[in-house]
């Protein structure tokens, strides 16, 4: 009905542009009532040393329910966020309770810190830092619990302006992780420069690293990068067994992925954290 509808009615737009940009609307008032709402969930995907499968810390990663009940996937509304300016306010809401809920954590006995992804167009917000020291400072969490995580796009803005930026977010204590490593643009030379702390190894190359020779060799590559850099090596994506020993005898003793757990509800991390301490 709605075809025919839009074949006999005057437009502009095509079917399935209009029905993209009504889409495109919809998703946007939908993460707007969640701001508005505080109604955004964030979850926690466990890392792990993949020698002793002990938990070495937490992935905050943030969930939006759609109409039907559904989550909609970040990689959908991320950019959208990003695009309309409504990632200030999202990243805020994360990062807050990605810190309250680290420092729960930290009360219970266990030292694990927590990652929040910070998108580029964060890096345009005059207040991040202070946004930063606000969560910190209003959560308690000691600040070498938080890590941020940061695309290689991000480390192409403005060189000497992001150089400033994450001198600044060091400062306060916290970690710089390269998120998604090999899949960005940057070169070796923005990787001297910034004084980053942990390298996480893209989860495409690690998926095929054992049917793909060159997959391998890139993983390979990226570790002895890594390593000598002084950097912290982490593998996204480690679903099986035979990576996660492949991955050990590269010298990668750090790895998250569905081969441990999926990101969990945070009530269920917590569970989570108790039942692996037991684990062999
Ligand atoms: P990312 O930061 O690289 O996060 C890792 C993504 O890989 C997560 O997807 C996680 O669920 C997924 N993943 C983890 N282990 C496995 C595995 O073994 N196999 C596979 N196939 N996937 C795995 P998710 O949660 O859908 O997030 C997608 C992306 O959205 C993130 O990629 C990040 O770029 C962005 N994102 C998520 N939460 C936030 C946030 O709070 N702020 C910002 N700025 N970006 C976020
Ligand atoms: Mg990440
Ligand atoms: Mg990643
Ligand atoms: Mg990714």
């Keep these: 009905r709605a075809k025919q509808e839009g074949r006999n009615r005057f437009s502009f737009f095509s079917y399935d542009l209009e029905n993209s940009i009504r889409e495109r609307h919809q998703l946007e008032l939908s993460l707007r009532n969640a701001l508005l709402n505080d109604e955004l969930l964030v979850f926690y995907q466990p890392k792990f040393d993949l020698t002793t499968k002990r938990i070495i810390g937490a992935e905050a990663l943030v969930r939006l329910t759609g109409d039907d009940g559904i989550f909609i996937s970040p990689t959908e509304f991320i950019p959208l966020a990003e695009e309309t300016g409504l990632i200030i306010k999202l990243g805020q809401q994360v990062l807050s309770k990605a810190c309250i809920e680290a420092k729960r954590w930290f009360d219970m006995g266990y030292v694990i810190p927590v990652s929040v992804n910070v998108a580029v167009a964060q890096f345009a917000d005059p207040n991040l830092e202070h946004m930063i020291a606000t969560a910190l400072q209003e959560s308690q969490l000691p600040a070498e619990l938080l890590e941020l995580e940061i695309t290689e796009t991000a480390l192409m803005l403005d060189a000497e302006e992001m150089q400033t930026k994450l001198s600044q977010l060091k400062a306060l204590g916290v970690t710089i992780a390269i998120d998604d490593f090999g899949t960005g643009y940057s070169s070796l030379a923005y990787l ?30 990226i570790i002895s990068l890594g390593r000598s850099m002084e950097l912290t090596l982490i593998a996204e994506g480690v679903e099986t067994e035979a990576q996660r020993q492949a991955l050990i005898e590269l010298d990668c003793v750090m790895g ?22 037991h684990w062999v």
């Design 192 to 221: 001297k420069k910034f004084n980053v702390d942990v390298m996480k190894i893209d989860m495409s190359f690690v998926k095929d690293m054992l049917n793909n020779k060159h997959d391998y060799e890139i993983v390979k590559t």
């Design 256 to 277: 998250q992925g569905y081969l441990f757990s999926r990101p969990l509800p945070a009530n269920e991390f917590s569970d989570f954290i108790l039942l692996t301490e």
